[in-house]
């Protein structure tokens, strides 16, 4: 059990560049959800996926996109790359949105906009 | 003002030392309450859950203040693999059920 994987580890981009964070899960999990974390904040929910074929904006949205492929997968798009999106972008997924469940995370991808 | 605000630290304590780290959060309708722990350059895990009557997991104890909107992490015992940064963490339902994480607290247990 890989639990939940992200691609790529690591990313560089320039202002204006495009690209596309890869999450998988394999715990049959039915929510995904895409986090950054900043220096000095709290884990800001970016977009959320409450089961396959949903998804919704969280407290951050603004110049990212989503796709929920299947129930593995839930991508988050940068179609614009600005310095202000520098940040380590964390995948998570749980059962279900509720505020019982454990959410699992990914090892997070440590993403520079120049 | 922060939804959950945490004291930064760090906690610099020597192993075996007592520790507890306190977490404020401002919306009274939050409903569950958890700590995280996330060590350096890695993803938040769960710690424990938090529960209104308190609960314990060995060394950990979690204590839950709904009156006064606050929550308290306990490690006793402190070992060298506790350093790592503490995460409270809110659940909010309604609008966009979210979870809402405090900035953390780290800690660094020095032999």
């Known amino acids: 059990n890989a639990g939940v994987t992200q691609t790529p580890k690591f990313q560089v981009l320039k202002t204006g560049q495009s690209m596309t964070l890869q999450c998988a899960q394999d715990m049959n999990h039915n929510s995904m959800y895409w986090y950054r974390q900043d220096p000095g904040m709290g884990l800001r929910l970016i977009y959320y996926?409450?089961?396959?074929?949903?998804?919704d904006k969280g407290e951050v949205p603004n110049g990212y996109n989503v796709s929920r492929l299947n129930k593995r997968e839930f991508s988050l798009r940068l179609e614009s790359a600005a310095p202000s999106q520098t940040s380590v972008y964390f995948c998570?997924?749980?059962?279900?949105?509720?505020?019982?469940?454990?959410?699992?995370f990914g090892p997070g991808t440590r993403l520079t906009v120049t | 003002r922060k939804e959950v605000e945490q004291d930064p630290g760090p906690f610099n304590v020597p192993e075996g030392a007592t520790v507890a780290f306190n977490c404020t959060y401002s919306?009274?309708?939050?409903?569950?309450f958890f700590w995280y722990r996330q060590d350096c350059r890695k993803e938040p895990k769960l710690l424990m859950s938090v529960y209104s009557s308190g609960n314990e997991d060995g060394r950990f104890t979690a204590q839950l203040n709904r009156a006064s909107q606050y929550i308290s992490l306990l490690i006793r015992d402190s070992k060298l693999s506790d350093s790592a940064t503490y995460l409270c963490v809110v659940w909010e339902a309604g609008g966009y059920n979210k979870l809402i994480f405090g900035a953390g607290t780290r800690l660094a247990v020095h032999p």
């Open positions: 919306n009274s309708a939050s409903q569950s």
């Open positions: 998570a997924s749980s059962e279900a949105i509720a505020g019982s469940d454990e959410q699992y």
């Open positions: 996926s409450a089961s396959e074929g949903t998804t």
